[in-house]
């Protein structure tokens, strides 16, 4: 008579034990999905035209040292990642002739503020590649950093400013 007796007791330990433990799971399988979702995106948007001006500071051919580049890039991003083709237009502020732009291609994915990317330009006479190290910056809703080049070793501080339509 006693196990009689328990057996409905049981089963109701035993149903509240599963259904305790499909509610855990159900709850940390949700964290998991919002824990994926957040990896996957980005707070900004930086699809769009961009106008990247590099300055070099360091490099293996001085008279290089100082010299500003110019370069206007089409950036589009998927999720955390983005990707950008454009061409370098000017130097120290000047117009390049059109035959005298190169093309780049950019490459590259964002976490928190920071966006990380490489870069290829293919000049007229070689290919150099390089990186680019931006932290995005909320109040001017544009990019900050620096960039290394393969280009005579050159690097320095790199800017990223939005082209409004």
Do not use: C
């Amino acid at each position: 008579m006693r196990a009689e007796a328990s057996s409905p007791s049981l089963k109701k330990v035993w149903k509240s034990v599963v259904g305790s433990t499909v509610t855990a799971v159900t709850v940390i399988g949700g964290f998991f999905g919002i824990y994926s979702f957040m990896q996957g995106y980005s707070r900004y948007d930086l699809t769009g035209q961009w106008t990247i001006t590099n300055t070099i500071v360091s490099t293996s051919y001085q008279p290089y040292k100082g010299l500003k580049l110019g370069y206007t890039v089409f950036l589009t991003q998927h999720g955390t990642d983005i990707t950008g083709t454009g061409e370098k237009e000017s130097e120290d502020g000047k117009d390049l002739p059109s035959g005298a732009h190169t093309p780049i291609e950019v490459n590259g994915s964002i976490s928190g503020r920071k966006i990380t990317a490489t870069f290829i330009e293919k000049g007229a006479k070689r290919e150099s590649e390089g990186t680019f190290s931006w932290t995005y910056q909320a109040n001017t809703k544009g990019l900050a950093g620096t960039f290394t080049s393969t280009a005579a070793d050159t690097s320095g501080p790199s800017t990223a400013s939005r082209v409004l339509p």
